[in-house]
C-alpha cells in the first residue's frame, strides 16, 4: 500500500474552471485551451481535470492545487494549444526549468509568461512533486483516458511532505513576510504597451485610440475586446 496524505482543507484550494474526483488520485488533467468532459477524465483516475488559459495566472492557481495535494504526482498537459499564451508549453517548460530572477518561466514562448505569486519554496515543492506528462494537441479521450490508467498503476504514493497553501492575489504583486514583492519590470513594460496598442477600429476603418484595457487573467470577466479562448484581441466596429 502506497503512501496517501490528508490534502488541504479544503481541496482545490483554489476555485476554477475544473472538476475534481477522488483527492488520492495521482493524476492531474490540464487541458489547456480544450473543455474535456472532466467526469470521464476523473472515472478513469484522475483527481483534478479542467482547462489552464494563461501562462501567468492561470499557472500560478494550478500549482496552488498541486502543491495543497501531495498525493498528485503527474500531470497530464493535453488539448489544443492557447494561441498567443501558448500555455501547455509554458506549463512543461515551468516544470522542468523554473523561472529567471525576473520571474520569467525560461524558455516559455508565450506572450507575458511571468510568475508573480510563487516563491522558490513553492516552485521547488511542485518541481519535486509533479512530474510533466505532454499529450499536447489531442482531444483523444480513449488515448487520454489510457494514459491515467497507466500512470495509476506506477502511483508512487504521496510525497511525504504537509500540503503546502498558496495565497493567490491577481493584482500584480504578492504579500509576503517581508512586505509585497512588485511586478517584474519587464512584465510591467510588456503589459504597459500591450494597453497601449489596443485600439477599436470605427466604422470607416480608422483607429480610434480608447482607453488601455487590462490583460486577460484566467477567471475574470473584465477583458472586452480580448478572446480569452484565442489569446487574440478583438476590435470591435
Request: charged share 25%.
Amino acid at each position: 500500500m502506497v503512501l496517501k496524505k490528508k490534502p488541504s482543507e479544503p481541496w482545490p484550494l483554489i476555485t476554477g474552471e475544473y472538476e475534481a474526483g477522488n483527492p488520492e488520485n495521482p493524476v492531474a488533467i490540464c487541458t489547456c485551451g480544450s473543455h474535456i468532459k472532466g467526469s470521464e477524465l476523473l472515472a478513469a483516475g484522475a483527481a483534478l481535470a479542467g482547462p489552464c488559459k494563461t501562462e501567468n495566472i492561470g499557472i500560478e492557481k494550478m500549482v496552488a492545487n498541486l502543491v495543497s495535494n501531495p498525493n498528485i504526482r503527474y500531470l497530464i498537459v493535453t488539448g489544443m494549444e492557447v494561441k498567443g499564451h501558448i500555455t501547455g508549453q509554458a506549463v512543461e517548460s515551468f516544470l522542468t526549468s523554473g523561472i529567471d530572477k525576473e520571474g520569467r518561466i525560461i524558455g516559455a514562448k508565450g506572450a507575458i509568461p511571468f510568475i508573480q505569486n510563487l516563491n522558490e519554496e513553492s516552485i521547488a515543492r511542485v518541481k519535486e512533486q509533479v512530474q510533466p506528462i505532454m499529450m499536447m494537441d489531442t482531444e483523444d479521450m480513449g488515448a487520454i483516458k489510457a494514459k491515467i490508467a497507466e500512470l495509476v498503476s506506477k502511483d508512487p504514493g504521496a510525497l511525504d511532505v504537509e500540503p503546502m497553501r498558496i495565497e493567490i492575489k491577481e493584482g500584480g504583486e504578492e504579500e509576503e513576510e517581508t512586505g509585497p514583492r512588485p511586478m517584474a519590470a519587464e512584465a510591467v513594460d510588456i503589459r504597459d504597451r500591450m494597453r497601449l496598442m489596443d485600439a477599436a477600429v470605427t466604422n470607416n476603418g480608422l483607429p480610434q485610440q480608447v482607453p488601455g484595457r487590462r490583460l486577460c487573467r484566467q477567471d475574470r470577466g473584465h477583458c472586452p475586446g480580448h478572446d480569452c479562448r484565442s489569446g487574440l484581441l478583438r476590435h470591435n466596429p
